[in-house]
């Protein structure tokens, strides 16, 4: 089994700052990429930024380029999403994702959703 444990979401005003973090553990035997998507009521799960292969490569989707960053440390199998600038269209609530293989089951490709975190940005 594999548990997601995130941490950092809150209420900040426009302009403000926050750190979100998520921690993964269980039956890992590498992980392949990680990542945060947000989702607000009615709207679909978005990406938001993703890094792969061990942090070489990031993705951010437009809206977040210039304000968000993500890394990962992999020694302990945590993502970071390091938020500035936030603007009350970021608000909604954060998951984390990673893409892995897992020991478990036979060295399979698999993926895993942390419970998610609300950030709200207040105007």
């Known amino acids: 089994q594999v548990q997601l444990v995130e941490s950092g979401g809150g209420l900040v005003e426009a302009g403000g700052s926050l750190r979100l973090s998520c921690a993964a553990s269980?039956?890992?035997?590498?992980?392949?990429?990680m990542g945060w998507y947000r989702q607000v009521p009615g709207k679909q799960r978005e990406l938001v930024a993703t890094t792969i292969t061990r942090g070489t490569r990031t993705n951010y989707t437009d809206s977040v380029k210039g304000r968000f960053t993500i890394s990962r440390d992999d020694a302990t199998n945590t993502v970071y999403l390091q938020m500035n600038s936030l603007k009350p269209e970021d608000t909604g609530v954060y998951y984390c994702?990673?893409?892995?293989?897992?020991?478990?089951?036979?060295?399979?490709?698999?993926?895993?959703w942390g419970q998610g975190t609300q950030v709200t940005v207040s105007s």
């Open positions: 994702n990673i893409d892995f293989i897992d020991r478990a089951l036979g060295y399979r490709r698999s993926e895993s």
């Open positions: 269980g039956t890992i035997f590498e992980i392949n990429s």
